[in-house]
């Protein structure tokens, strides 16, 4: 199924895929794109028979590449798309299942977030991480980062917004595979198949296990009130010029 930048698959063997679709703009999320993903991420979230999902792209030049900030929109119409975002990152970090980041090209932004969100990732090697939201003063970052490679190394990476490529990556732990970028996805869902052959219901005890042990339902819920507090009395995300 393709819509609105977002196609989606499922494979007969419990896996689905979901893959974003808008090439020419590197995976920007625009306003229409999120609420396709988040629709998509909600019809998946309900199937029973589900045991592993990957997030991956139509193309390895980019997963995704942040905020369409291009997009024109009034006041009312950036707070939705803001409201859109949390919807999403709430949705991958309650997602019942585990779920795997096909990390190719560019991952900056929103793109580093969801990779972040991810329960494991598999990372190409023309990978470009950013997580750029300091550059426009974006209160995103600690919920996801700093629980996967600690405090210390999390801030130097959110406070600089430097680029990280696939060796570095690896060497942080935020790797849990390494391809050549053509081949990430394949090794995802590789990857994927390895989860589905265990116990279905286990897998979903254990999910929401490190969900309630680590708290991220409440570190994702406090960073999205920051995102909507930024959006409605701050300076917000870019609206089109």
Same mark, same amino acid.
């Given at each position: 199924m393709s819509s609105s930048g977002v196609q989606s698959e499922r494979l007969d063997?419990? /896996?689905a895929v979901i893959r974003l679709d808008r090439p020419a703009k &590197?995976? @920007?999320l625009d306003t229409a794109t999120l609420g396709t993903l988040n629709d998509t991420l909600d019809e998946l979230a309900a199937d029973d028979a589900l045991h592993a999902l990957v997030l991956s792209t139509t193309s390895t030049r980019a997963f995704c590449a942040? @905020?369409?900030v291009g997009e024109m929109l009034d006041y009312a119409g950036g707070v939705a798309r803001m409201a859109a975002f949390t919807r999403m990152y $709430?949705? /991958?970090d309650a997602f019942p299942v585990p779920v795997i980041a096909v990390c190719v090209g560019n991952c900056v932004g929103a793109g580093? *977030? /969801?990779? @972040?969100? %991810?329960d494991l990732r598999v990372g190409g090697d023309n990978l470009t991480l950013a997580w750029a939201g300091a550059r426009l003063g974006v209160p995103v970052g600690p919920a996801r980062l700093a629980p996967l490679i600690g405090v210390s190394r999390a801030k130097e990476l959110v406070y600089t917004g430097r680029v990280v490529g696939q060796a570095e990556a690896a060497a942080l732990g935020l790797l849990h595979r390494t391809a050549a $970028?053509?081949?990430a996805e394949r090794v995802a869902l590789e990857l994927a198949a *390895?989860? %589905?052959a265990q116990s279905p219901a286990g897998l979903r005890v254990l999910k929401q296990m490190f969900r309630d042990l680590d708290r991220t339902?409440? &570190?994702v819920a406090y960073e999205n009130e920051q995102l909507l507090r930024f959006q409605q009395h701050g300076a917000g995300l870019p609206r089109g010029s």
């Amino acid at each position: 199924m393709s819509s609105s930048g977002v196609q989606s698959e499922r494979l007969d063997d419990g /896996i689905a895929v979901i893959r974003l679709d808008r090439p020419a703009k &590197r995976n @920007a999320l625009d306003t229409a794109t999120l609420g396709t993903l988040n629709d998509t991420l909600d019809e998946l979230a309900a199937d029973d028979a589900l045991h592993a999902l990957v997030l991956s792209t139509t193309s390895t030049r980019a997963f995704c590449a942040g @905020a369409d900030v291009g997009e024109m929109l009034d006041y009312a119409g950036g707070v939705a798309r803001m409201a859109a975002f949390t919807r999403m990152y $709430a949705a /991958i970090d309650a997602f019942p299942v585990p779920v795997i980041a096909v990390c190719v090209g560019n991952c900056v932004g929103a793109g580093a *977030e /969801i990779v @972040a969100g %991810a329960d494991l990732r598999v990372g190409g090697d023309n990978l470009t991480l950013a997580w750029a939201g300091a550059r426009l003063g974006v209160p995103v970052g600690p919920a996801r980062l700093a629980p996967l490679i600690g405090v210390s190394r999390a801030k130097e990476l959110v406070y600089t917004g430097r680029v990280v490529g696939q060796a570095e990556a690896a060497a942080l732990g935020l790797l849990h595979r390494t391809a050549a $970028a053509d081949d990430a996805e394949r090794v995802a869902l590789e990857l994927a198949a *390895e989860l %589905a052959a265990q116990s279905p219901a286990g897998l979903r005890v254990l999910k929401q296990m490190f969900r309630d042990l680590d708290r991220t339902a409440e &570190r994702v819920a406090y960073e999205n009130e920051q995102l909507l507090r930024f959006q409605q009395h701050g300076a917000g995300l870019p609206r089109g010029s």
